[in-house]
């Protein structure tokens, strides 16, 4: 498989530009000539993705667009959930061991998204 092409939606772009930023230190450039507000997010390990206002009018019955969650490696698990909770974000389901494999948990950012943070650790569980 490929490179993997992940996408953020946010009532508040710059808002939420700035809470990747500071958690991850991803970098974000606004696309020009696009047809709804969108910008490019480097993640600066080859990852990449993009970042757009949520639709006002979301398909029925859902409450924003139907999608899955991504997980995000990291270094450091604590670090790093410290870090989203100073920032605005908020645990949606607390670290746990996948034994054998990472410590595991989810987040969600300060646009209501879910996403997931986890840290390589055969000693886990």
């Known amino acids: 498989m490929g490179m993997i092409y992940f996408e953020i939606q946010a009532e508040q772009a710059e808002r939420a530009a700035r809470f990747y930023t500071d958690v991850f230190c991803w970098m974000f450039t606004k696309a020009d000539g696009t047809p709804v507000e969108y910008w ?3 993640t600066g390990d080859g990852g990449r993705g993009g ?12 409450s924003g667009t139907n999608a899955y969650v991504c997980s995000f490696e990291v270094i450091n698990y604590d670090v790093i959930a410290e870090a989203i909770l100073k920032r605005g974000g908020t645990i949606a389901l607390p670290k746990f061991p996948v034994p ?26």
């Open 100 to 125: 054998g494999v990472c410590w595991q948990g989810y987040f969600l950012d300060t646009e209501g998204n879910t996403f997931g943070v986890f840290q390589p650790d055969q000693n886990a569980g």
């Open 40 to 42: 490019r997010i480097d």
């Open 51 to 62: 970042l757009l206002k949520r639709p006002a009018a979301p398909p029925p019955p859902y």
